[in-house]
Every structure is written in structure tokens, then in C-alpha cells.
Nanobody, 118 residues
């Protein structure tokens, strides 16, 4: 059964760092783009970053460029989001998402809370 499970969230002071992980179960996620989204209270879910199957192409939301890095280890079926120089406005629930090749369903993890204090 396909499943995505995030971990690594927590409370951090402004300027600090966190590393989020997304463990994928079910074959196929490694052959497709994966992405991190976030949703702050009262706001819509927004794309933070995505990464190509081989990891060679990455895209970032303008507000996180130069601070966040998305990466993946297909041997471990895991996608990461390294977040540096965190700001209070980065506070949100962070979600991992992906699709299996040839399937229309988008899978989402349960989310992990990131809270940045000023």
C-alpha cells in the first residue's frame, strides 16, 4: 500500500535549522517527481519545493530560495527538506506529496508541524 510518512518537525528559534524527512512505501515514488508543501493557519496549502526523479532538477518557492534544499535518496525511498535560516513566517504544517507513475492519485503524508519562534 502506497504511503508517505513525514518526520523531523519541531520548535526552533528564528535563524535555526531543521531537516524534514519523507519516507515512501510502495514501489514507484522513486520514478516520479516528489514535492514538499506547507500550510499555515488560515492560509492555503502552498508548494515549497519539488524534485525530479533523479534529483537533478529542483524548484523552489521564491521565499525559500537560498535557505531550503530538497533532496532525495531513492535507495532509501526518502525525500528530505533541509531548512536553514528559518523565519517565523516559515511556521506551518509541512506535507510531502507524490504520485505513482501512470496513476492520477496524489498521495499525501500526515504532515509534520514546524514552528519558528522569534
Amino acid at each position: 500500500q502506497a504511503q508517505l510518512v513525514e518526520s523531523g518537525g519541531g520548535l526552533v528559534q528564528a535563524g535555526g535549522s531543521l531537516r524534514l524527512s519523507c519516507a515512501a512505501s510502495g514501489s514507484g515514488f522513486s520514478r516520479n517527481y516528489m514535492a514538499w508543501y506547507r500550510q499555515a493557519p488560515g492560509k492555503q496549502r502552498e508548494l515549497v519545493a519539488n524534485i525530479s526523479p533523479g534529483g537533478g532538477i529542483t524548484n523552489y518557492q521564491d521565499s525559500v530560495k537560498g535557505r531550503f534544499t530538497i533532496s532525495r535518496d531513492n535507495a532509501k525511498n526518502t525525500v528530505y527538506l533541509q531548512m536553514n535560516s528559518l523565519k517565523p513566517e516559515d511556521t506551518a504544517v509541512y506535507y510531502c506529496s507524490g504520485r505513482l507513475p501512470g496513476h492520477a492519485t496524489t498521495y499525501w503524508g500526515q504532515g509534520t508541524q514546524v514552528t519558528v519562534s522569534s
